[in-house]
């Protein structure tokens, strides 16, 4: 063995001591294995820090504050720090409560309109109690509410809101009534002539025969007329109590505009009076019955009305 191999020995230590192992300084660990996330690398020959520790300013390399300065703001920040929001990935969705619904109807109003809304509908409400309690009363039999304010009960319901129970009456009518009229013509050289008879019922019903949508004038206006007529008088032709002079009113101005239609007067005539009467025929029975009665029919004939200046040419005043 030479001193070569003696000298190496010496260095390696007793035989079997320390073999295999190399014999140059080992290097350091990188830090990098443990430092924790977002820590950098320390640079070649700078003291390691301890895990998770930063490195200083002055302890970074000029090299790589050269580079920290050239690169871009978005890469010179780094890796972000485990004590920073993260502003990685997509931005959160930001909750929102849901809009108000819109308001409607009355609420949609302003206040002053709410308040007019509302008394409004306190007017009509009050108006319909008012009617209902009037018909109510009309229709009821009679006690000592509807006694004590009869008149003002009448007023209310005549003629535009009369309850006719006829119909549902145990024996409702069984008899066709015709309202006729005839008229006196002055003529224009001062003489006078009576027309005949006109069938007034006669010419509403041919209006309403065939018509699927009658008027309810045609239905109505002559019979409701006639039966305020007979309702306000006696068997003589009287008026009974205050509406007897308001129904032969009613009537008058009725015929007197039906003749105008007619042209009974003629082209230089005016009529100066009328006369109604009401033709009324039972109607007969059927042949399973048995029942006989009369055929014949019965007149009940007005007297004669001088018609105002403003209704001799039909006209309304």
């Known amino acids: 063995m030479n001193a070569y191999d003696k000298g190496w020995d010496a260095r390696r230590g007793p035989a079997g001591e320390g073999a295999g192992r190399d014999p140059r300084p080992a290097l350091p660990a990188p830090a ?38 050239s690169a871009p703001d978005d890469e010179a920040d780094g890796p972000p720090s485990p004590h920073s929001p993260c502003t990685c990935g997509p931005a959160p969705e930001t909750v929102t409560a849901p809009p108000a619904e819109p308001r409607t109807g009355v609420a949609a109003l302003s206040l002053c309109h709410q308040i007019g809304a509302a008394l409004a509908l306190a007017v009509v409400a009050v108006g319909v109690c008012v009617h209902l309690g009037m018909t109510f009363l009309h229709v009821a039999p009679a006690n000592t ?4 304010h009869r008149e003002t009960i009448e007023n209310w319901v005549y003629p535009e809101f009369e309850q006719n129970w006829k119909l549902f009456a145990p024996n409702p009518l069984q008899q066709n009534v015709a309202v006729q009229v005839r008229a006196e013509i002055r003529t224009a050289d001062g003489a006078s002539r009576t027309t005949g008879w006109y069938d007034l019922s006669a010419q509403d019903g041919r209006a309403i025969d065939g018509n ?25 032709n009287r008026p009974v109590g205050l509406r007897g002079a308001l129904s032969e009113a009613y009537l008058r101005r009725i015929t007197a505009m039906r003749l105008d239609r007619a042209d009974a007067a003629g082209a230089d005539g ?15 029975p059927p042949e399973w019955s048995g029942e006989r009665i009369s055929a014949t029919p019965v007149h009940r004939t007005l007297p004669w009305w001088t018609l105002p200046e403003d209704e001799t040419r039909g006209g309304i005043g």
């Open 145 to 148: 509410v509807s006694e004590q």
């Open 32 to 69: 990098t294995d443990r430092s924790a996330p977002g820590t950098p690398p320390f640079a070649p020959g700078a003291p390691p820090s301890a895990p998770g520790t930063p490195p200083s300013a002055a302890d970074a390399s000029p090299s790589a504050a050269d580079a920290s300065a």
């Open 212 to 236: 699927p949508l009658p008027s309810h004038t045609q239905q109505n206006e002559l019979r409701r007329a006639w039966d305020f007529f007979v309702s306000t008088h006696d068997d003589d």
């Open 270 to 284: 005016a009529v100066e009076r009328v006369q109604v009467r009401s033709r009324t025929t039972n109607i007969p």
